[in-house]
């Protein structure tokens, strides 16, 4: 039983499942890089929604003067289209057109082409 007992000793001194000397300060160097990635992180999205809401600002304005410039043109194009008439259609050297149908007969109506030789 002895031998048994100074055996396990002997083999269990040799041998060094966990090292806890250091545990702590490993964990402080987890924590630390995980709060400067985490910071990082912050930082770049943080930029980008800054960077998103100024680009929305200039589209905003953008959008406001193309709308100005679209009422500007509609009003040209209503006081220019009050403008046309019959006679400076005529003036111009159109003439009205005659009106022209276009008859369908009816399927009943086509004759068979025999082929007498």
């Known amino acids: 039983m002895k ?6 000793k002997n083999y269990a001194g040799n041998v060094s499942i966990v090292n806890n000397n250091n ?3 490993r964990v402080l ?3 630390l890089w995980s709060l400067g990635t985490l910071s990082v992180c912050y930082v770049i999205f943080l930029g980008t929604m800054v960077f998103n ?10 959008n406001r003067t193309l709308t100005n410039d679209v009422a500007d043109l509609e009003s040209q194009y209503f006081t220019a289209s009050n403008k046309i008439d019959l006679n400076l259609a005529v003036g111009m050297g159109f003439k009205e ?3 022209a149908y276009a008859v369908r007969e ?3 109506s086509l004759k068979m082409i025999s082929n007498e030789l």
């Open 3 to 8: 031998t048994i007992a100074i055996k396990v």
């Open 23 to 25: 545990l702590s300060s």
């Open 29 to 31: 160097n987890i924590l």
């Open 53 to 62: 809401i100024i680009e929305r600002k200039a589209l905003e304005m953008e």
């Open 97 to 99: 057109t005659q009106k």
């Open 106 to 108: 009816p399927i009943g």
